[in-house]
């Protein structure tokens, strides 16, 4: 197993990743800090393989941290936040992260890290040597984060309704969705849909007395 360190400064953003790294195989949560000091201590006890960590921190940057894991532990760092300056971005390149996710995404997009993540350790525990073939294929392309929403939908409107799955935990239907966040059905549906296509909420189906069973959605746990 993989044992990853979570970072962040929200305790609710904080659960949802360990939810997003607990569900990917060969992973596992070995820890969660809040704080640039409570990640150098855990990184320093816990010793794991792989630090999501965050820019915005109470008490240091996430990129002073990042200068004190290069200099004093051996651990590979995705940088997980909502700064999306290029300073921050270059200083991320500098410090050697290996991949720079923008909040907020889905699971599929940090799926894709771990899972390259695990495939570059696969490949580099089986040498004793590299050749440049070897050196070109752990440089090469990382995959690419896919876009948050499809087409037509838009950030505000998909955290109204993830704010309505959540504060629904028993699950609601598109109806119910439309009318607790103002928006049409046809358009509570789709946000729905797009939650359960990116793994974050679930279906069940709902019989009444008469017609069609009503489907109702509910958010993964974790999500």
Do not use: W
Not at 151 to 157: A, H, N, R
């Amino acid at each position: 197993m993989i044992r990853v360190l979570v970072v962040d400064d929200d305790f609710m953003v904080a659960k949802v990743h360990s939810g997003y790294v607990a569900r990917t195989d060969g992973f596992e949560v070995v820890g969660v800090a809040h704080t640039g000091g409570d990640a150098l201590r855990q990184v320093a006890t816990l010793k794991p393989d792989l630090v999501l960590l965050d820019v915005y921190l109470p008490d240091q940057s996430g990129l002073e941290v990042l200068k004190s894991l290069r200099a004093n532990a051996d651990v590979d760092v995705i940088v997980i936040t909502a700064a999306t300056d290029v300073d921050t971005v270059r200083s991320a390149m500098r410090g050697g992260v290996l991949h720079y996710l923008i909040k907020p995404f889905d699971y599929s997009a940090l799926r894709d890290q771990l899972a390259h993540f695990a495939s570059l350790r696969e490949k580099l525990h089986r040498l004793d040597s590299a050749a440049q073939a070897d050196v070109d294929q752990v440089f090469g392309a990382r995959p690419t984060s896919k876009p948050l929403l499809p087409k037509g939908l838009t950030p505000e409107t998909a955290q109204l309704v993830e704010n309505a799955l959540r504060s629904h935990p028993e699950g609601l239907s598109a109806s119910e969705c439309a009318s607790s966040t103002g928006v049409a059905r046809v358009s509570a549906r789709r946000y729905l849909e797009h939650f359960v296509s990116a793994g974050r909420a679930e279906v069940r189906l709902r019989y009444g007395g008469t017609g069609r069973p009503e489907r109702i959605y509910a958010l993964v746990p974790g999500a």
